[in-house]
């Protein structure tokens, strides 16, 4: 019986080997998934303690990529989706060492409305004045990559960069806007610069048509289906996807999910892998996915092709930690209106943003506490994750006291650290992947997965697994 291995137990090595089962039977090919770790999920990971949910990796994910939403809901899952709310839905940047609310209308970086533009406190008059002006900037002559930083300044000017693209990018993507790419990052605006000529009448337009087409057709009656809100996560924590994947799976015959299980080196003999685990242990495989990060992959790899290990290892990746930290409700005095807030590298801080947790989502917090979740770390502050829990917690205290005014002590604090865990789509990521994609294909029998090569969050992760099922099924139906 042929048999598939699988090498990383993340959201993309678990979706690659429910995807396989989900389109053949056990009586096809055994497939073994190997985890380094003691538990699956790798970046998911969520935790209860004294009433709280705290999400220490991903805490929701993108409605508009729609594969973790469509996954959830063939798991049957559906009723346990969680939108945001809504009401608070604003964000807020710090400036000046104030917090002053994201322009409502900005979607990203983009203004689509322009009173709430007009009427912001963020920017300067002359900082508006430029960013209304990229109706009239024209569009880039050649199609070559280039940094987010360059493609901001060039079409929104420098203070739309400094104050909403890098701080909004550095809170999804912990990276450095002048290193990174917009071609391989921001594909849609790009399009939208190409297609519209400029970003807000591309902008502009999309939303119309969205809502559009979000309008019921008169005398649809309309379903009790969950709102669907631009972020989404599940009321019991992400892992409650991971835990219903991997109890499904190891309920299957031919299917194994193993945590402790390391893998130390790959061979290739006679047409077939060779794996080998940390404690010694062989296995053979006809497909090979490895769904590690792309560092762990290049190791990996070094003794099946140097030329694919070595351009791996160009993908970089940063480190950051989250430090949830809860109070009590009547301790706060600042208001709780929104998500959250972000903070610009010209600010000089030691967190790059904080997500008001228990006010963007519900059933995360008892009622009369207030969970706060901040980010540390990242390309601006790398250092910092290696701080011990005690410093790590005295510092974000340190920083909701001069941001926030918050003088309490918590009643709850919780630290992750994720290192080398953020890949970075850097300029040239698009060339990069394409030629590891091309080497990749040229190997019968190995696969990539994860979410180092198209896409960083957690819907990509898990469409690029179910592609990888995909080529499985039809390199074992080719014989
Ligand atoms: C702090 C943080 C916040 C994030 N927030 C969001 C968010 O809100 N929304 C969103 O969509 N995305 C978010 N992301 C990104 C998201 O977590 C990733 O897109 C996704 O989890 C990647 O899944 P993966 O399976 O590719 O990788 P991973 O989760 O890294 O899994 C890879 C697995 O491979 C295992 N492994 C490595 N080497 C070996 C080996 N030699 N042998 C066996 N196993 C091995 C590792 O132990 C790990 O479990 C966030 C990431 C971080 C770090």
Known sequence: ?????????????????????????????????????????????????????????????????????????????????????????????????????????????????????????????????????????????????????????????????????????????????????????????????????????????????????????????????????????????????????????????????????????????DGRYLVTLEGGEKMDADALVVAAPAWAASNLLAGVDQGLSDKLRTIPYVSTATVSIAFRKKDIKHPLNGFGFVVPKVEKRRIMAATWTSVKFSHRAPDDSVLIRCFVGGSKNAELVDLDDAAMVKMVKEELRDIMGIEAEPVLTRVFRWRKSMPQYTIGHDERVKWIDERVASIPGLYLAGSAYHGIGISDSIRYGEVVAKKIIHQFEKG
């Open 1 to 269: 019986m042929k048999r598939v291995v699988v090498i990383g137990g993340g959201i993309a090595g678990l979706s690659a080997v429910w995807s396989l089962r989900e389109h053949r039977s056990n009586e096809e090919f055994e497939v073994v998934l190997l985890e380094r770790g003691e538990r699956f999920g790798g970046n998911i990971r969520t935790e209860r303690s004294e009433g709280f949910l705290i999400e220490g990796g991903p805490d929701c994910f993108l409605s508009e990529k729609p594969w973790a939403m469509e996954l959830i809901k063939r798991l049957g899952l559906a009723d346990k989706l969680l939108p945001t709310n809504d009401k608070n839905r604003k964000t807020f940047v710090l400036s000046g060492g104030k917090l002053h609310v994201l322009p409502e209308g900005v979607i990203l970086m983009i203004p689509t409305r322009i009173l709430p533009l007009a009427t912001s406190s963020l920017i300067s008059w002359p900082g508006k004045i430029r960013m209304a002006m990229e109706l009239f900037i024209p569009k880039k002559k050649d199609s070559s990559d280039e940094s987010l930083g360059e493609f901001v300044r060039r079409r929104l000017g420098k203070e739309a960069l400094d104050k909403i693209a890098e701080p909004l990018v550095a809170g999804v993507h912990a990276g450095d806007p002048e290193t990174m790419s917009v071609r391989a990052s921001f594909p849609k605006f790009v399009q939208l610069e190409e297609d519209s000529g400029s970003l807000i009448k591309g902008m502009v337009r999309k939303m119309a048509s969205m809502h559009k087409a979000r309008k019921p057709a008169a005398g649809a009656t309309g379903g009790q289906k969950p709102r669907i809100t631009m972020f989404m996560t599940m009321r019991d924590g992400l892992s409650e996807l991971i835990d219903t994947l991997t109890s499904r799976l190891s309920k299957m015959d031919r299917t194994s999910l193993r945590t402790g299980a390391a893998v130390s080196t790959i061979e290739k003999k």
